[in-house]
């Protein structure tokens, strides 16, 4: 087999077969294959699209390119969520203790934050003495006793996916949902757990901008856990406007605490409880209304938010400091930014106001860049509010007034103001089970 007979195929828009999958992704990730004819490959599938039955192979094939964690020493259902990355989300903070409280194992290994998008491992190592970085040990041994860990990657998981992805970075070839699927799925078949929840992102701060395309994407990722021997069901939920009001690491935390202690942001309690319950009905094959029931009761309760602080104080995390003072990390400086003129918020931006929270100090530009926990904003408007002139929309906050001109300038560019409000989307926009 030769790497142009591949080419050739997917050229004239022809289906690759196993073998030829394999053969690249092998190839690929040995460094057999050069980048030249990685880069053609991943073009022609740009321009000619991937049946399911080829998504599935190449997820498998990247999946099994390195490390698989063997999630047998965890005793109980293994559950998993993951979500396409948008502004302002921290569900995971909620969604993993929530359901361990309710009776699943979730042993979670999360990213890091990149440009416009935060990470929940940079969220939780804004808590005072949080470990992200357990053994394989120690993360089993938590799992088991606590019901939740969440850890960064460790190992060495589908490296494949790294190669492909660095490379698809820089040839403008992102943008396939075929990619992105097997990209999402190979990290997240290679992380072990039997059962995961998706939550594809759509709108102006998401991968996906239209609800078809978000559509599109959710149904080939269930298809090809299904194809792959998971229960895999995805919600698809609105990032035309961030979620929440908390954008910055330990903000997030501060806001996290507050759904979990039953206050806070509707539209973020709800979509907590929707991705919980899709997670409880098909790990502890539930009906729709009981695991709708079971998830709002475990919130309501404080059993989530207990959990919460279990999982933070195995981890080394200063639980104590957040019980009671969930404002626990304070930047420098801080400003509120008002709004310009009279008028409805008829738009808000969202992956500017993700470029404005990382100009804050909250987010990288390159992978090694450092970060400041304590940076980020707290929205007071969101899209559909009327707002007066000198009202204040948001209160920014940062190490110091140079980064907040920096991210107050790009904050206000991101919004458009209009005599009567726009139409208000929902946030729940579609399911796929
Ligand atoms: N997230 C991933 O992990 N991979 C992609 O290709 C896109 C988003």
Redesign the pocket.
Known sequence: MQMADLLNHKKAGLALTAAEIEYFVSGFTAGDIPDYQAAALLMAICLRGMTDEEAAVLTDCMARSGDQLDLSPVDGVTADKHS??GVGDKTTLIVAPLCAAAGLKIAKMSGRGLGHTGGTVDKLESIPGFRVALSNKEFFEQVNRVGVSVIGQTGNLAPA?KKI?AL?DATQT?DSIA??AA??MS?KLAAGAQNLVLDVKCGSGA?MQTPEDAQHLARLMVEIGKRCGRRVTAVITDMDTPLGTHIGNALEVTEALEILQNRGDESLRTLCLVLSAQLLQSGLRLTAEEARQKAEQTLKSGAAYAKFLEMVEAQGGDAELLAHTPNFLHAKCSRRVMAPQDGYLVKMQTRIIGESAQLLGAGRAKKDDAIDYAAGLVLHRKTGDLCRAGEPLATLYAASAHRLDEGEARFLSALSFGKTPSETKPLILGKVE
Do not use: Q
């Open positions: 396409t990355g996916d992805y698809r992102v990619l992105i990209s999402i990290k991968f």
